[in-house]
């Protein structure tokens, strides 16, 4: 796909004031690349799987790490990028849907020269940096769980895959998974740094995350009503379309499921006691 092909519906859309770091970046080059190497994202996966599987038995017989102090900064500073993100691509996010409409926050791409295209790509980036993130579990021999796995996994698929298209309602999934990380890496960094955080506010975490799932999900069902009900340009294959829609549905499951069991099935038991 060449980005410059006047057949992509797109707003030309620029920042009113673009940072020094969000610009210069040849993104016909970017998306040559992910063009050509997504699918090596399926090899990153195993290899990750692989090493932590690994880690975990390798500290089997070795005590936890604390790693308090690194703990702290590491979730500060995705926090801080998540901030910085959410911030950031608000600008062309809200401009477009507010002024362009709706269908077009969902079909039509943003510029491959504007901030948020640089801001894309730092987002591709965090996807693999955020495997730190297991690291950190297998070290601290804490429970590691199919949800988180899996959420590492398919997300760094699904967004190197979007890169690759150049994914109109890219601009959707992005700008919600930096508001909600912004508040759930706020949160563990806060926790690991041994704040009290009330029990409502990691439940809220919680709810942001589900609430994430089912807006993509509405917007993975948009799109599929624009491309097979009308005949209106809207940039997004159907295989991306039902790989998102899988991937959002699973989430939203696997989410609810870890509310339930995290938050309701304590809060019975907690009653329980009390009767007692």
Not at 75 to 93: P, V
Not at 125 to 152: M, N
């Amino acid at each position: 796909m060449n980005l410059s092909d006047p057949s992509i519906p797109r707003i030309p859309y620029q920042h009113t004031y673009p940072l020094p770091f969000e610009q210069g970046i040849s993104h016909t080059r970017v998306n040559y690349l992910m063009q050509t190497y997504w699918h090596h994202t399926f090899t990153v996966s195993i290899l990750y799987i692989v090493v932590i599987r690994w880690l975990e038995y390798w500290m089997a017989k070795r005590p936890a790490y604390d790693l308090r102090t690194a703990l702290i900064f590491w979730n500060g500073a995705l926090a801080i990028f998540s901030i910085m993100g959410a911030i950031r691509t608000t600008e062309e996010f809200m401009s477009t849907t507010f002024n362009e409409g709706l269908y077009k926050s969902v079909c039509y791409v943003f510029d491959q020269t504007s901030v948020t295209a640089h801001w894309f790509l730092f987002f591709a980036i965090s996807k693999l940096v955020e495997f730190g993130d297991t690291i950190f579990i297998a070290l601290r021999k804490r429970p590691l769980t199919f949800l988180h796995c899996y959420h590492h996994c398919s997300v760094l698929i699904y967004t190197f895959h979007s890169g690759a298209e150049h994914l109109a309602s890219g601009r959707w999934f992005m700008w919600m998974n930096f508001i909600a990380h912004s508040v759930m890496y706020t949160y563990f960094c806060a926790v690991s740094a041994g704040i009290k955080v009330p029990r409502k506010l990691a439940k809220c975490v919680t709810l942001i995350q589900i609430t994430q799932m089912i807006l993509g999900i509405g917007v993975s069902l948009s799109v599929f009503a624009i491309k097979s009900l009308t005949s209106w340009r809207c940039h997004q294959s159907y295989t991306n379309l039902y790989l998102s829609f899988f991937i959002y549905v699973s989430y939203a499951i696997l989410f609810i499921r870890f509310f339930i069991n995290a938050y309701s099935t304590n809060k019975k038991v907690i009653e329980s006691d009390k009767k007692k």
